[in-house]
C-alpha cells in the first residue's frame, strides 16, 4: 500500500525559511516522479513542485521559484520541499504526491 | 508546462440529472489523469485514476472517460451528497481550476 507521510509544518513569520519533508514507502520510491501540491484556504488545488526519478529534472510554479526548492533522497525513500522567503500567500495546506496518491497533508502559516 | 483547462467552471444541476465536466490539456498527458472530489473544510477525495479507473469504494454513477488532450467525468445520476467542486489532475503537474456543482 502506497504510503506518504508529511511532516515539517508550522507557523513561521514572513520571510522566513522551513522544511517540509515526506516519507514514503509501500512501492520503489526511485522508480516515481514525486510532487508537492498546495491548497491555501478557501482556494483551489495548486501543484508547487515535481520531481523526476533521478532527481535529474524539477519544476515549479511561477509563483514559487527561485524561493522553493524540491529534493529527494532514495536511500531514505524521502521527498523535501526547502521554503525561504516565505509570504503570507504561501499560507496552505502541503501535500506529497505520487500520481494520485497524496499524504494526509501539513499546515504552514505564515504570519507575524 | 501542461495546461489544464476545466469547464464549466459551475455547474447548476438537480438531482437525478446527469452531469458532464471537460478537462483539456495543452498537450497529451496519455492516461495520467486523475479526477478528485471536494467538499467545504475536507480533504480532496480521489475519485477516478488513470483517466477511467473508479477509486475503491466510489460509486459506479461517476465514471471518467477521454484520451490525449480531453477527457470528462460523468456523474450519470446525481445524488444529494454529490453537490460538491471537481478538479482534474495531471499527474504530478497541473490542475484545472474547479468545477463548483450547485444546486439548481
Known amino acids: 500500500e502506497v504510503q506518504l507521510v508529511e511532516s515539517g509544518g508550522g507557523l513561521v513569520p514572513p520571510g522566513g525559511s522551513l522544511r517540509l519533508s515526506c516519507a514514503a514507502s509501500?512501492?520503489?520510491?526511485?522508480?516515481?516522479?514525486m510532487s508537492w501540491v498546495r491548497q491555501a484556504p478557501g482556494k483551489g488545488l495548486e501543484w508547487v513542485a515535481n520531481?523526476?526519478?533521478?532527481?535529474?529534472?524539477?519544476y515549479y510554479v511561477d509563483s514559487v521559484k527561485g524561493r522553493f526548492t524540491i529534493s529527494r533522497d532514495s536511500a531514505k525513500n524521502s521527498l523535501y520541499l526547502q521554503m525561504n522567503s516565505l509570504r503570507a500567500e504561501d499560507t496552505a495546506v502541503y501535500y506529497c504526491?505520487?500520481?494520485?496518491?497524496w499524504g494526509q497533508g501539513t499546515l504552514v502559516t505564515v504570519s507575524s | 508546462d501542461i495546461q489544464m483547462t476545466q469547464s464549466p467552471s459551475t455547474l447548476s444541476a438537480s438531482v437525478g440529472d446527469r452531469v458532464t465536466i471537460t478537462c483539456r490539456a495543452s498537450?497529451?498527458?496519455?492516461?495520467?489523469l486523475a479526477w478528485y472530489q471536494q467538499k467545504p473544510g475536507q480533504a480532496p477525495k480521489l475519485l477516478i485514476y488513470?483517466?477511467?479507473s473508479l477509486e475503491s469504494g466510489v460509486p459506479s454513477r461517476f465514471s471518467g472517460s477521454g484520451s490525449g488532450t480531453e477527457f470528462t467525468l460523468t456523474i450519470s445520476s446525481l445524488q444529494p451528497d454529490d453537490f460538491a467542486t471537481y478538479y482534474c489532475?495531471?499527474?504530478?503537474?497541473?490542475f484545472g481550476q474547479g468545477t463548483k456543482l450547485e444546486i439548481k
Open positions: 488513470d483517466v477511467s
Open positions: 498537450q497529451s498527458v496519455s492516461s495520467w
Open positions: 520531481i523526476k526519478q533521478d532527481g535529474s529534472e524539477k
Open positions: 509501500g512501492f520503489t520510491f526511485s522508480s516515481h516522479w
Open positions: 489532475q495531471q499527474y504530478n503537474g497541473y
Open positions: 504526491a505520487r500520481d494520485q496518491y
